[in-house]
Nanobody
Framework: VPLQASGGGLVQAGGSLRLSCQAS????????VGWFRQAPGKGREFVAA????????STADSVKGRFTMSRDNAKNTVYLQMNSLKPEDTAVYYC????????????????WGQGTQVTVSS
């Protein structure tokens, strides 16, 4: 189930970006999907996740109220809308398919995209 993340780039603080994660395969719509990020010199951290139907989602406290996750199962794509971006949001963002356990830990995910760089300038 290859996952392709895209939409990253350079943006000024206060700006917005929308990341996309497209998967191949017909079973993608049966799984929850998460976004993680990794800043230079830091570990990978949970950002957001969404259930297979899109009816339930969760975001990290650090991005709550600014980031929103959605999905379009007809397109095998999930999105991360990022508003009011801050320099501390600078990181490589990864999407991943959730396999089991908690949404909040990367060990629960089995397939990962290649990552897309988000850089927020002050």
């Amino acid at each position: 189930v290859p996952l392709q993340a895209s939409g990253g780039g350079l943006v000024q603080a206060g700006g917005s970006l929308r990341l996309s994660c497209q998967a191949s395969g017909r079973t993608f719509s049966s799984y929850s999907v998460g976004w993680f990020r990794q800043a230079p010199g830091k570990g990978r951290e949970f950002v957001a996740a969404i259930s297979w139907s899109g009816s339930t989602s969760s975001t990290a406290d650090s991005v709550k109220g600014r980031f929103t996750m959605s999905r379009d199962n007809a397109k095998n794509t999930v999105y991360l809308q990022m508003n009011s971006l801050k320099p501390e949001d600078t990181a490589v963002y990864y999407c991943a398919r959730h396999a089991s356990g908690s949404w909040y830990f990367e060990q629960g995910y089995d397939y990962w995209g290649q990552g897309t760089q988000v850089t927020v300038s002050s």
